[in-house]
């Protein structure tokens, strides 16, 4: 049975053992993920460790103003001195190892932390913690448990990680273990100001322009409690825009007056639908996530459909429609 503890100490330990730190998170990295990337490869340097970051994906525009983040390597595959010349892979964010879109990554010795429900314990030592309202807080807590002060670099990126998990502190992962660790990074240098206006003030032209694309979509179920929206192969074209224009879209139908959960369903290749959910309360999207083989947290999942664009939209409609059902 491998170790598994939702208190930090295994894992810094587990840590300070390597000599050469593979780090890598889901496909499609978002703020918790690439946050915790960094402030994890500054805890390794504090120890003599030397870490490559390596994503999938690349980040959302968004995250372009992280201190580091042109340190993180966005490949299709493991690097070239893999696994030769590595002792450790350390997954953040990431249920299940297939997530990370990497073949190969269980050829060495893995430390596996997350905060997702169900994540089945896959590393050799697995910091697991369904409380946490992100990753990047359980990466705050390795410093303390290492002694470690983190640099000011740090206290932003996991600050990043924990407002973008809690959706600036409005989804029900809002605890006040939160406040509390949003309020020690502040006191550390995270500067809350700047950093809104770098997740949502940062976007690019063609980001704006998806979202125009998107919002032509834009339909309603429900009695207006279901949002949904898309955006094909051909709107990502018009738009100019990629995968990482995306983020921030699904929240405007979010914040309609009376919508409970939102699905966007998104396609810029042949053969694949990504899908976002975000929903208020306790509708719980990560249920319908992970029917079609994804997860997630209550009020924001995702997953990806091998299917055309719009019967996978309907499909997802309709397990909405039925999960509202069970609301009121």
Request: glycine content about 8%.
């Amino acid at each position: 049975m491998t170790p598994t503890a939702s208190d930090p100490t295994l894992a810094v330990d587990r840590l300070r053992r390597a000599r050469r730190v593979l780090l890598t998170s889901h496909r499609n990295p978002d703020g918790d993920a690439v946050g915790s990337e960094l402030a994890l490869a500054e805890l390794a340097a504090s120890f003599g460790i030397d870490t490559v970051i390596v994503n999938r994906d690349p980040a959302p525009a968004t995250l372009s103003e992280l201190p580091g983040v042109d340190k993180v390597d966005v490949a299709e595959s493991l690097p070239g001195d893999f696994p030769d010349a590595f002792d450790l892979v350390i997954t953040v964010e990431c249920p299940e190892l297939e997530r990370a879109g990497f073949d190969g990554l269980d050829r060495i010795p893995i430390l596996n932390i997350d905060h997702h429900l169900a994540n089945p314990a896959y590393g050799e030592v697995n910091y697991l913690d369904e409380e946490a309202p992100a990753v990047g807080e359980m990466v705050w807590s390795m410093f303390k448990a290492a002694g470690v002060e983190p640099s000011v670099d740090a206290a932003v990126n996991t600050y990043v990680a924990l407002v973008t998990d809690t959706g600036d502190f409005r989804y029900s992962n809002a605890r006040p273990r939160a406040f509390r660790a949003a309020a020690e990074m502040v006191d550390r240098g995270a500067d809350p100001p700047t950093i809104a206006e770098w997740v949502h003030d940062g976007r690019t032209e063609a980001s704006v322009r998806l979202l125009g694309e998107a919002l032509k979509t834009l339909r309603f179920g429900c009695s207006g409690r279901l949002a949904s929206l898309a955006a094909d192969e051909a709107a990502f074209q018009r738009a100019g825009a990629d995968a990482t224009d995306t983020e921030e879209i699904i929240n405007i139908p979010r914040a309609i007056a009376g919508v409970e959960a939102v699905v966007f369903c998104k396609q810029w290749e042949p053969g694949v639908v990504k899908v976002s959910l975000r929903s208020r309360g306790d509708v719980d999207v990560r249920r319908v996530a992970a029917s079609f083989g994804g997860g997630g947290h209550t009020n924001a999942a995702g997953c990806a459909i091998g299917a055309d664009l719009d019967i996978a939209r309907s499909m997802l409609e309709k397990r909405l429609t039925e999960l509202l059902g069970g609301h009121g």
